[in-house]
């Protein structure tokens, strides 16, 4: 199983995106599945208002999210726990609290691969970036 961040999402929903074909090409050639967090979900729907990419966000709703075409994975009460405890101890690193919640997340579910374009999952030390 492969998280994929929200960066990645963005990345494979517009295509003006410095990582847009890098994410598509990654998406059409891997094999592995693929899912996402809740937390991941809010964040990225944040970012495409932000943006100013509704339609895009209404597109990865129904297209990505509500199709079931992926996993959706929820943080737990504990991953949450082990989530701020991440946040806390590296308070030197620019990890959005998000971020802390997928790490807490790939722990519990023994995941050690990421698909994201931020510098923050190779920060983690124990995950492999793709693409």
């Not at 050639?29 to 339609?55: G, H, M, V, W």
Request: hydrophobic letters at 45%.
């Amino acid at each position: 199983m492969i998280l994929v961040d929200t960066g990645a999402w963005f990345a494979l929903s517009v295509p003006s995106d410095p990582d847009h074909l890098a994410a598509r090409n990654f998406v059409e050639s891997n094999r592995e599945p693929l899912f996402t967090t809740d937390y991941i979900a809010d964040e990225l729907l944040t970012l495409f208002r932000f943006r100013r990419q509704s339609q895009r966000a209404s597109q990865w709703l129904e297209s990505v999210l509500l199709s079931g075409a992926i996993d959706l994975v929820r943080i737990t009460p504990d991953d949450f726990e082990h989530a701020v405890a991440i946040y806390r101890g590296y308070s030197d690193k620019l990890w959005s609290f998000t971020d802390c919640t997928s790490l807490a997340a790939m722990e519990r579910l023994k995941v050690a691969q990421a698909f994201a374009f931020d510098e923050h999952f190779r920060q983690f030390g124990s995950i492999t970036v793709v693409p």
